[in-house]
């Protein structure tokens, strides 16, 4: 089992950034392969980043690709995720997940453990 909890959400103007962190208890995160998503009001949820379990991977979504920045730190069992240059599309509450498979995950279906959210709001 896996408990994982987000920190870092909050309001923001178009243009900053926001660190979001993932805590992560009862397994050590360098035995996961991790992922945030992201769910805006009335949407489904949808990918942000991932990074595989050896860390030497990433993939991210077109949406944030050259903004966000998928890292862990397998000392202190995070994962951040940092944002940069945000937009109010950006919009929406942020999730940590992980999954046991080595590889790279990029469908929500695909991921076993799941933090309870952290909201981003960019105003413009």
């Known amino acids: 089992q896996v408990q994982l909890v987000e920190s870092g959400g909050g309001l923001v103007q178009a243009g900053g950034s926001l660190r979001l962190s993932c805590a992560a208890s009862?397994?050590?995160?360098?035995?996961?392969?991790m992922g945030w998503f992201r769910q805006a009001p009335g949407k489904e949820r949808e990918f942000v980043a991932a990074m595989s379990r050896s860390g030497g991977s990433t993939y991210y979504a077109d949406s944030v690709k050259g903004r966000f920045t998928i890292s862990r730190d397998n000392a202190k069992n995070t994962v951040s995720l940092q944002m940069n240059s945000l937009k109010p599309e950006d919009t929406a509450v942020y999730y940590c997940a992980a999954h046991t498979k080595p590889a790279i995950r990029s469908r929500s279906s695909e991921y076993d453990y799941w933090g309870q959210g952290t909201q981003v709001t960019v105003s413009s």
């Open positions: 009862g397994r050590t995160l360098s035995s996961s392969a």
